[in-house]
């Protein structure tokens, strides 16, 4: 069965550090680029950016990059999300998800949208 | 970034209804168009890819059209599970945006 595990909800300070995982299984890891995305409370969804486990290629939104680091360690087949200082507006549950006939050129990434998601890890950042 | 605009934000609809959901773009995306259900406390489920495909052990009620900058959901009779938001996304030019999402709350 395909599926990806998310790591446990998490509460935090201003200012903290945090990764958050999620573990791939039933599928080749290396083979399908593998995506963040935020949703705040009671709000939408949005896509922070793919990874590509098989060389690093990483893809960010604009308005995460520089904030957030997407990686992933393919011996563990685990897909990686961290902050170096969380703010109070990083509240929200964050979905991995695998995406599906990816295609990347240097400037653009062309996908089938998200076919398998996590369940998700809420991440609370309050003083 | 190309913009997803969801329309209606919500609707109010009962059993057995034919219920459409409309999505635009604000450039052409071609076919790069997903489609989700999401219902409370739960990850979004895929429903459609490429603008038209029924992802497998999605039932077929659920159908997908459109290209270049407009595209449309239908569920032809609404069933009692279905109520849930809705979301597209286009996967044409990164970053992959969403729509805001539409609502489909029981009449």
């Known amino acids: 069965e395909v599926q990806l595990v998310q790591s446990g909800a998490e509460v935090k300070k201003p200012g903290e550090s945090l990764k958050i995982s999620c573990r791939a299984s039933g599928y080749s890891f290396t083979t399908y680029w593998i995506g963040w995305v935020r949703q705040m409370p009671g709000k939408g969804l949005e896509w922070m950016g793919i990874f590509y486990p098989g060389d690093s290629d990483t893809r960010y939104s604009p308005s995460f990059e520089g904030h957030v680091t997407i990686s992933a360690d393919k011996s563990i087949t685990t897909a990686y999300l961290q902050w170096s200082s969380l703010k109070a507006s990083d509240t929200a549950m964050y979905y991995c998800?695998?995406?599906?006939?990816?295609?990347?050129?240097?400037?653009?990434?062309?996908?089938?949208?998200?076919?398998?998601w996590g369940r998700g890890t809420m991440v609370t950042v309050s003083s | 970034d190309i913009q997803m605009t969801q329309s209606p934000s919500s609707l109010s609809a009962s059993v057995g209804d034919r219920v459409t959901i409309t999505c635009r773009a604000s450039q052409t995306i071609s076919s790069y168009l997903t489609w989700y259900q999401q219902k409370p406390g739960k990850a979004p489920k895929l429903l459609i890819y490429?603008?038209?495909t029924l992802q497998g052990g999605v039932p077929s009620r659920f159908s997908g059209s459109g290209s270049g900058t407009d595209f449309t959901l239908t569920i032809s009779s609404l069933q009692p599970e279905d109520f849930a938001t809705y979301f597209c996304q286009q996967s044409s030019t990164t970053p992959h945006t969403f729509g805001q999402g539409t609502k489909v709350e029981i009449k």
């Open positions: 998800a695998r995406c599906p006939h990816g295609f990347c050129t240097n400037t653009n990434c062309r996908t089938g949208g998200f076919d398998i």
């Open positions: 490429a603008a038209s």
